[in-house]
Each structure stands twice: as C-alpha cells, then as structure tokens.
C-alpha cells in the first residue's frame, strides 16, 4: 500500500500520543481519517490540529461492543468500506502485584486493550477483505514480547493482543488483508499518565521522565511506513529489540535475566 492518498483509514485512540500523530501524518499523505476517540475533548483538539485534509471524527468507546458496533454500521453506510484500521486504544496499570490489583481495573484493562481490539477487527473485517489491498494493525507492546512483574494485567492484555493479530495473520494468507503486529518500546504518550496508578505519581513522574525516550511521532512515522511496506511485525526501540533477542535466546531463563535488568534500572533511576 506505497500510496495511501485517496484510502480510507480508521484510528481508534486518536485524542493523544501514537494514535494523534499517526492521523496527522496519514492525512498528510492524503488518507481520508476517521479518527475516534472515547475523549471528545481530545479528539476534537486533534482534529483542530489536522492539515489540508478530510478528517471525520467519532467519540467511541472502546470498551464497550455495542458503541464499537454502531460506529462500524455508520461507517460503512457513510463511505461503504475502509482500507485501513489502526488498533491503537489502550491503556495501562500502574506497577502493583496481581495479589494487589482490584479486578474491576484488569477487567476494564481487558475490555479497552483487548476486546477494544478483536470488537474493530471483527467489525470491519467483511468489508476489508472486499478491497484490492488492505491493512490491520494493531499495537501490542514492549510487554507483548517479555513478561514482567508487577506487570501482570498490562502484559496480559499485550501478549493477548499478539496473539491475536498473529493468528489473524495466518488466516489471512492467501488475501490482500495484511496483519501487522506493532511491539512499541518506551514512547512518549500519556498512557502512564492516563494509567491507573494506585497512588504511585513518584514513581510515576520518574518512568515518564527517564524511560519514555522515543517520540510519540517517530513511532506514528515508523508505523505508516509499515503500513506502505507490507510489514508484518514491527518492534519500536533498541529495548524491544534487546527485549526480543533474549526471549528468543532463553526463552525460559528469560524471566529472571530481564527482572534483574528492569529491577537495577529502575531502582537506578529512583536514586537519581
């Protein structure tokens, strides 16, 4: 899909961060958005920041089936298809052991992170199948690769997430529907300030100041331009990528290599 001008692209998370960027960048390249977003104030700051270009925008939730649902019948009765959806909802959990975290908050972290996911997908997955040539991404994470304490229901969510597109991904051999599996590393959006933190905001302010690194546009960039190649799995930052090289090099010893390096890097970055 080298010239996106013209094609029909849906953004969930489009009020901030990865998801804002990439419907900037994609309207520069001439895509007609439809940008969504379950904050309308957000999403409406987004769409005031769009160039030369058509943007259509929708509060959806993303947690919820029936407004996913709805928002996909309007859709394709307004414009009969789309081309490209971009899975980019989420968001995260403060660090907290699983014997501590209320279950309401894995449950809605499931709901947004990954029924948010499979809900859009099976929602336009018809009409994506009848285009010449279509694209589904969907972002899993950093913890989509590695497992990680204190991360449980986030890690959860992502590896869910990649297994999914994974699967789709081979169901979809043999279409013109192209799977891409996004693991980004430490960018910088406002998930860990949107995250529920259990009451955590020094912990808080230092991860967001020392460990997300990469701009939240470098990321968009390198994600439409997976898009254009056809790219299948996409990983985001030297720290994925370091990430992925241990898993698959102990895949079970990974475990206690990875704690002890997360463990010295953030008691490192709590001293400072």
Not at 18 to 42: F, H, P, Y
Not at 163 to 182: A, K, P
Request: glycine letters at 8%; hydrophobic letters at 45%; one cysteine or more.
């Amino acid at each position: 899909m080298k010239n996106l001008k013209g094609k029909i692209a849906v953004v969930t998370g489009a009020g901030s961060g990865m998801g804002r960027c990439m419907t900037l960048q994609l309207l520069e390249k001439g895509a007609i958005v439809i940008a969504t977003d379950k904050n309308s104030e957000t999403l409406n700051e987004t769409k005031s920041m769009a160039p030369n270009g058509e943007i259509h925008v929708f509060t959806v939730d993303a947690a919820k089936e029936n407004e996913i649902n709805a928002f996909a019948k309007k859709i394709i009765k307004q414009f009969g298809y789309i081309d490209i959806l971009i899975n980019n909802a989420g968001f995260a959990l403060g660090k907290i052991a699983l014997k501590d975290v209320k279950m309401e908050d894995f449950k809605l972290l499931m709901d947004v992170n990954v029924w948010g996911v499979i809900n859009h997908t099976k929602a336009f997955i018809d009409v994506l199948l009848e285009r010449p040539e279509a694209s589904i991404v969907n972002i899993s994470s950093l913890f989509g690769i590695t497992g990680l304490s204190e991360q449980v229901p986030y890690c959860t969510t992502k590896f869910a997430v990649r297994g999914f597109s994974e699967s789709l991904r081979m169901e979809m051999i043999g279409s013109n529907v192209v799977v891409t599996c996004v693991h980004p590393g430490g960018i910088k959006t406002n998930i860990a300030k949107n995250s529920i933190n259990y009451g955590q905001e020094e912990l808080l302010e230092k991860f967001e100041k020392n460990l997300l690194r990469i701009p939240a546009e470098e990321a968009a960039r390198q994600i439409i331009q997976s898009i254009q190649k056809k790219q299948e799995r996409l990983l985001i930052g030297i720290e994925v990528e370091i990430a992925d090289r241990i898993v698959r090099s102990f895949p079970v010893k990974y475990s206690g290599i990875i704690k002890t390096v997360y463990d010295k890097m953030l008691n490192a970055k709590l001293k400072s």
